[in-house]
């Protein structure tokens, strides 16, 4: 059996050929795939339970769907973290907290959005827990919709301005951290997205050989991980 992990799919309905791609994929996994996991930034961004996911409607539809075949695991990103766990439960969502530590074939794997490996990136990690507080999230809840989106949709746009003119480096992870939490939580896998470079690095630590795999965005190409019974692969295909 087969376990798949996708993150950083920005799902917008400004990107329809994406949507369908997903919900295509979705509609059309393959038999053996026992569980679906996505960590973070499913969407390109989320005010609350009464957004109205314009564009979004069938992505939901067909995640229920799916649900009563598989268990469909979802963690917050920097994008989506006001999805609530009630509307995660009622669209058949199993929610998970960040970090969360799970065991498969035999491994012991900590599952990540990322963005706080990210540490170098010392501005970001202020807006993160600014955000993630309950006071903000409580205030910001307090606004009518309108203003909710057209706050989301200016701190986007803010967020891609100011992420053209950081280095490359600050917006990666730290690697000191990176082995921090591979000690902390006692894994031999870190798995999480956020810095759209997909790869499947090889850490030594503590004298054993552990692996951090970064999944991939979902803009001109779609990237799958995949772990079955010692197998791990990335599957990438063009978004058509």
């Excluded at 540490?119 to 203003?147: A, C, G």
């Excluded at 706050?151 to 600050?170: F, H, N, P, Q, Y």
């Excluded at 896998?189 to 759209?196: A, K, L, V």
């Amino acid at each position: 059996m087969t376990t798949i992990f996708i993150s950083d799919l920005h799902l917008d309905k400004d990107r329809p050929k994406v949507i369908r791609y997903f919900v295509d994929f979705l509609n059309n996994l393959e038999s053996d795939i026992e569980s679906l996991y996505i960590l973070g930034d499913f969407v390109e961004y989320w005010v609350g339970d009464d957004d109205p996911g314009d564009g979004l409607e069938e992505v939901f539809s067909s995640i229920k769907k799916k649900s009563n075949d598989i268990p469909i695991y979802f963690m917050h990103g920097n994008r989506d973290f006001m999805i609530s766990e009630k509307f995660c439960n009622h669209h058949g969502m199993k929610f998970l907290t960040d970090p969360t530590k799970i065991k498969l074939h035999g491994k012991k794997i900590l599952l990540m959005h990322g963005d706080t490996l990210c540490i170098d990136d010392i501005e970001y990690q202020k807006f993160r827990t600014m955000v993630r507080s309950p006071l903000w999230q409580n205030e910001m809840l307090k606004k009518s919709l309108e203003e909710r989106i057209n706050l989301a949709k200016m701190l986007r746009a803010k967020s891609l301005s100011e992420t053209g003119a950081k280095d490359e480096v600050i917006m990666d992870v730290n690697n000191d951290e990176v082995i921090s939490q591979l000690k902390k939580y006692n894994v031999d896998m870190i798995i999480h997205g956020h810095t759209h470079r997909p790869n499947i690095h090889k850490i030594i630590s503590e004298n054993k050989e552990c692996k951090r795999i970064v999944l991939g965005d979902w803009y001109d190409k779609s990237f799958i991980l995949r772990i079955s019974d010692g197998e791990i692969i990335i599957d990438k295909s063009n978004l058509s």
